[in-house]
């Protein structure tokens, strides 16, 4: 049973940081790239950042310099380091995997950045 649980989510002021982990189970993780996207209230889902099986990294303009996003294989996981987090990055934040035409889905993490 593929699974995507991620955790580590919350409300945290302007400018602080979190750390969002995305666990994986019942596939094999290294051959899949991963990506964080993030949805806000009325928005659609917008891709936030991406990491290869090669560990090649992509992230969109709003989080270049801010968010880093990485993986351990060896714990079927991955991560978003968000640092100087903004009102705007306010989101439920989801992981997923792709590998060609199959994709899994997280079930999402609230990140909530408010003073």
């Known amino acids: 049973q593929v699974q995507l649980v991620e955790s580590g989510g919350g409300l945290v002021q302007p400018g602080g940081s979190l750390r969002l982990s995305c666990a994986a189970s019942?596939?094999?993780?290294?051959?899949?790239?991963m990506t964080w996207y993030r949805q806000a209230p009325g928005k659609e889902r917008e891709l936030v950042a991406q990491?290869?099986?090669?560990?090649?990294?992509n992230y969109a303009d709003s989080a270049k310099g801010r968010f880093t996003i990485s993986r351990d294989n060896a714990k079927n996981t991955v991560y978003l380091q968000m640092n100087s987090l903004k009102p705007e990055d306010t989101a439920v934040y989801f992981c997923?995997?792709?590998?060609?035409?199959?994709?899994?889905w997280g079930q999402g993490t609230q990140v909530t950045v408010s003073s």
């Open positions: 019942g596939f094999t993780f290294s051959s899949y790239a």
């Open positions: 997923s995997a792709r590998r060609g035409l199959a994709r899994f």
């Open positions: 990491i290869t099986t090669d560990g090649n990294t």
